[in-house]
């Protein structure tokens, strides 16, 4: 019977866990905002705002977690959980002239926005062009 379970895959003692590269950086007061503008003058910064109770969110992130390899994990992601942070979410809005969506990603560089999308968008923008 094991020979059969590792032919189909049903073995699931052992799973290999893919590696995470992404190292999330909670984003969770307004004095951070100021952070990130700071520390986009010298590289790219992302913030992905995501709702824990929207299951696109959900999947999204899962596939944005996964789309991260070894090369991206220098790149600085900062995580908003909406749900308990929405003043920050509207003045990230406000700040970097996005209007707010869920879930979403910014890129921010030199204190702009140079790309953001949301929903399934996300996973079109290409995180490796903004790396230094």
Same mark, same amino acid.
């Given at each position: 019977?094991?020979l059969?379970?590792?032919?189909? @895959?049903?073995?699931?003692?052992?799973?290999?866990?893919?590696?995470?590269?992404?190292?999330?950086?909670?984003?969770?007061?307004?004095?951070?905002?100021?952070?990130?503008?700071?520390?986009?003058?010298?590289?790219?910064? @992302?913030?992905?705002?995501?709702?824990?109770?929207? @299951?696109?969110?959900?999947?999204?992130i899962? !596939?944005?977690?996964?789309?991260?390899?070894?090369?991206?994990?220098?790149?600085?992601?900062?995580?908003?959980? $909406?749900?308990?942070?929405r003043?920050?979410?509207?003045?990230?809005?406000? !700040?970097? !002239?996005?209007?707010?969506?869920?879930?979403?990603?910014?890129?921010?560089?030199?204190?702009?926005?140079?790309?953001?999308?949301?929903?399934?968008?996300?996973?079109?923008?290409?995180?490796?062009?903004? $790396?230094?």
């Amino acid at each position: 019977m094991s020979l059969l379970n590792k032919l189909f @895959g049903s073995d699931s003692s052992h799973k290999e866990e893919k590696e995470k590269y992404i190292k999330w950086i909670p984003l969770n007061s307004m004095e951070q905002l100021e952070e990130i503008k700071k520390d986009s003058k010298t590289e790219s910064i @992302g913030i992905f705002k995501h709702s824990t109770r929207c @299951g696109i969110s959900r999947g999204i992130i899962k !596939q944005f977690e996964n789309s991260f390899d070894q090369e991206m994990s220098s790149l600085k992601i900062y995580y908003l959980d $909406l749900l308990s942070y929405r003043e920050i979410s509207d003045e990230i809005g406000y !700040q970097f !002239q996005v209007i707010h969506q869920s879930p979403q990603l910014l890129v921010i560089k030199n204190e702009v926005a140079v790309a953001h999308a949301s929903h399934y968008d996300i996973m079109s923008i290409d995180l490796k062009k903004y $790396l230094l």
